[in-house]
C-alpha cells in the first residue's frame, strides 16, 4: 500500500530520538500526541529513509480486512511499516505482538496515534521490552527556533549562563505568533485567524464524532461536546469535577469520566499539585490546561497555559530521550499560596516556575515554597519583552526574565 503524498515541513524535535533510540534498536516506536500535531506527517518522513515502506491507515477498509485475516502478510516484504491509528483495532496489541515476535527479519515498525497508546504489561499480550513511547506535541518556541533540543541539563546550564541582552527579534515573534494561532503545525504556519477558527470547530468534531466514538462508543456525544465548549474559560484554573457536573445536569462519575476521555484524547491535561514536604499543602486539587491554548479567551489564562505546555513538553521529550523521569506539578497550600510550576526530576523537585504578566519584583511565594523544596533552580517567566535578571534566593539561583528568551532553551 503506497503512503500518501508527503507534505514538506519543518523536521521535527523528536525525529533523531526516534531514529537513535528506537528503530537502530529493533524496537517498535509508538508515537502518541494530539490530533494534527504531525504525527502521521512525521511517520512518513522516517518511512522514506528505509528503502522500502508502506503505510497503513485504520480507516482504510481495505487494510482492516487484511489486519483481520492476516496480519504478518503486510510487512513481510518492507524494510519499515507505519501503521496509523492502529489502536483503533480490537486486540491490536495482540495481533502487533505477533507480528513482532514471529517476522524472519525484524521489519521496523513505527505506530501513531491520537489517543493515548497506554500499554500495559497484560500476561499474554504484554508488549513489554518491545516498543519505546514517544510523545509529540504541538510547536513551542524552542522547537520553532533550533532543530535539536538541548538536554536538561544543558537547558539550564546554558540559561543561567546567559548574560543581559537586547531579546532576539525571532523568539519574540515566534511567542506572539504561538499565543495567537497557537502551536498546531496547520493554523501556526497558515497565520490567519479566520482559518484558525475553522480549524479549531473541525477539530473539535473530529475529536468527538471520531476519535470519542471509537474510543468509548458512549452515546451522549452531545454531552461532550458541550463539556468541552466550557473547557476554554476554566483554563489555568482547578478543575473541579463538582461545578462542571452541576453545569452540565449530569452524575459525578459521568463527568469524571468525560474528563478522562478528554485527557485520553488530548484535547486537555491536568497538573496535579506536589504536595511531598510542603506543609498544609493541598493535596488533590489538579489544574485544567488545553493542548490548543489558542482557545483560551483570557491573556493571562492563555500565556500560562502556553507555558504550562512548553514545560509538559521539556519533560515529556526529557523523559522519552532517557535523561531521567521528568514530571511537571504545581505548588499550592492551604493558605491560598501559590507556585504555578514545579518540574520534578527523578522524584525531586528540580526547578520551581512562576508566570507573571509583567511584574519584575519577584514573588513572595519563592522564599514560602524554596525552603521545603530546596530547588536549586527557580524562573519568573514574564509575558514582557527585554527582561533578563538574575537574582539569588538563598541557595536558589533565580532567573526573571522574558517568556520568549526563557521558553526559548526549552525542546
Not at 153 to 181: C, P, T, V, W
Amino acid at each position: 500500500m503506497l503512503a500518501p503524498k508527503i507534505v514538506i515541513m519543518k523536521r521535527r524535535y523528536i525525529e533523531e530520538i526516534i531514529k537513535t533510540l528506537a528503530l537502530k534498536n529493533n524496537k517498535m516506536a509508538f508515537i502518541s500526541g494530539p490530533r494534527q500535531s504531525g504525527k502521521t506527517t512525521l511517520a512518513k518522513i522516517l518511512m522514506t529513509e528505509e528503502s522500502t515502506h508502506k503505510y497503513f491507515n485504520w480507516d482504510d477498509p481495505v487494510f482492516r480486512r487484511q489486519w483481520i485475516k492476516d496480519p504478518k502478510v503486510l510487512i513481510s516484504d518492507v524494510r519499515l511499516a507505519v501503521f496509523d491509528e492502529i489502536h483503533k483495532a480490537k486486540n491490536w496489541k495482540r495481533n502487533l505482538k505477533g507480528i513482532y515476535d514471529t517476522l524472519e527479519e525484524k521489519c521496523k515498525i513505527i505506530v501513531t496515534g491520537s489517543a493515548r497508546l497506554n500499554v500495559y504489561k497484560k500476561g499474554g499480550d504484554s508488549l513489554l521490552g518491545r516498543y519505546l513511547n514517544f510523545r509529540l506535541h504541538p510547536f513551542t518556541v524552542g522547537e520553532l527556533l533550533r532543530t535539536t533540543p538541548m538536554s536538561p541539563d544543558g537547558s539550564l546550564k546554558h540559561m543561567f549562563a546567559d548574560q543581559k541582552y537586547n531579546l532576539g527579534h525571532d523568539s519574540e515573534q515566534i511567542l506572539k505568533r504561538l499565543l495567537k494561532f497557537g502551536g498546531f503545525p496547520e493554523p501556526y504556519l497558515k497565520q490567519s485567524k479566520e482559518y484558525l477558527n475553522l480549524w479549531q470547530i473541525g477539530r473539535s468534531e473530529k475529536i468527538v464524532k471520531e476519535d470519542l466514538r471509537d474510543l468509548s462508543r458512549i452515546p451522549e456525544l452531545n454531552q461532550v461536546e458541550a463539556l468541552m465548549s466550557m473547557l476554554p474559560e476554566r483554563a489555568a484554573n482547578p478543575l473541579s469535577i463538582q461545578s462542571l457536573r452541576e453545569d452540565l445536569e449530569i452524575a459525578h462519575d459521568t463527568a469524571q469520566r468525560y474528563i478522562k476521555y478528554l485527557k485520553e484524547l488530548y484535547y486537555i491535561f491536568e497538573i496535579k499539585p506536589y504536595s511531598k514536604v510542603i506543609p498544609r499543602s493541598i493535596k488533590k486539587e489538579g489544574k485544567l490546561y488545553l493542548w490548543d491554548w489558542s482557545e483560551v479567551p483570557t491573556e493571562g489564562e492563555k500565556f500560562e497555559n502556553l507555558v504550562a505546555s512548553h514545560l509538559l513538553k521539556a519533560c515529556d521529550y526529557w523523559t522519552d530521550s532517557g535523561h531521567g523521569a521528568f514530571k511537571l506539578f504545581y505548588l499550592k497550600n492551604k493558605q491560598k499560596k501559590e507556585i504555578d510550576f514545579l518540574i520534578v526530576r527523578d522524584n525531586k523537585p528540580w526547578v520551581a516556575v512562576e508566570c507573571k504578566s509583567g511584574k519584575e519584583e519577584p514573588s513572595p511565594n519563592f522564599k514560602i515554597f524554596l525552603q521545603y523544596i530546596k530547588c536549586d533552580y527557580a524562573i519568573q517567566i514574564l509575558n514582557k519583552p527585554n527582561v533578563w535578571e538574575k537574582i539569588r534566593i538563598e541557595n536558589t539561583q533565580l532567573i526573571i526574565g522574558s517568556a520568549s528568551r526563557v521558553l526559548s532553551y526549552l525542546p
